[in-house]
Structures are given as C-alpha cells and as structure tokens.
C-alpha cells in the first residue's frame, strides 16, 4: 500500500481536516506556506494525467469543492498539482495542494 492509502486507511497518522465518501484531505507533514493542505482521492490514482475524461471529472471538481471550503478564510491560495518526478511528484498517489496566505 502507498503512504497516502495507509493515511486514508489510518495505518499512518494524519491531522484530518476533512473526509467524504470520495476523498479526504489532511495537513502537509511539511508546510510550504500557513495553510498547507493536500487533498487526496480514496481511489489509488498515481498521477493527475491516469485520471480519465468521463470517469473522474466529478472527483476532480468534487475535489476543488473541498478546497475552495477549506481555504475560505484565506487571503488568497493556490491550488496545485505535481506531475511526474519531473513535475516535482514525490507521492504516487494523486493528491492536490492547497496552499494559502
Ligand atoms: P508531491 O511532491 O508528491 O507533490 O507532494 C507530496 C507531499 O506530501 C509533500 O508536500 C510532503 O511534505 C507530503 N508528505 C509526504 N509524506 C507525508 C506524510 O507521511 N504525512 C503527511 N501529512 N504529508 C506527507
Ligand atoms: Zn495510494
């Protein structure tokens, strides 16, 4: 199992801020900014670009739901994702960034 499935499952420990049916989000182990949050799908998804057009559009925007509610009270965020090792991807498991100021 990945690190971010043993999270989700709670084999690992979290500091959970949110969890659905579809997805769950938690802090960053290691904070780029004041807000730093990932949010993360059930479903082991390795990368953003496996994700398909028709079977996951609900969960991607589902997932940028989450984070505009989480990052209410912030000045401004920034939503990210990395992409491939390149693309600065640590965790094979999808997960966006929430970062905010
Ligand atoms: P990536 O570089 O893959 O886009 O981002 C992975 C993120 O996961 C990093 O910001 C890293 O700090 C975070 N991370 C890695 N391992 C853990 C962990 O065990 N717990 C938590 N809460 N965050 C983690
Ligand atoms: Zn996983």
């Given at each position: ?22 997805c ?35 969960l ?39 970062m905010?100021?």
């Amino acid at each position: 199992m990945c690190i971010f499935c043993k999270i989700i499952s709670g084999e690992i420990p979290s500091e959970k801020v949110h969890e659905d049916n579809l997805c769950v989000a938690f802090k960053d182990i290691h904070p780029k900014a004041p807000l730093h949050l990932l949010v993360v799908p059930k479903e082991h998804i390795p990368k953003v670009s496996d994700l398909r057009e028709g079977e996951h559009d609900h969960l991607i925007g589902h997932m940028v739901n989450i984070a505009n509610k989480l990052a209410t009270d912030m000045e401004g965020y920034r939503l990210q994702f990395n992409v491939g090792e390149k693309g600065g991807q640590e965790v094979f498991h999808v997960h966006m960034h929430v970062m905010g100021w």
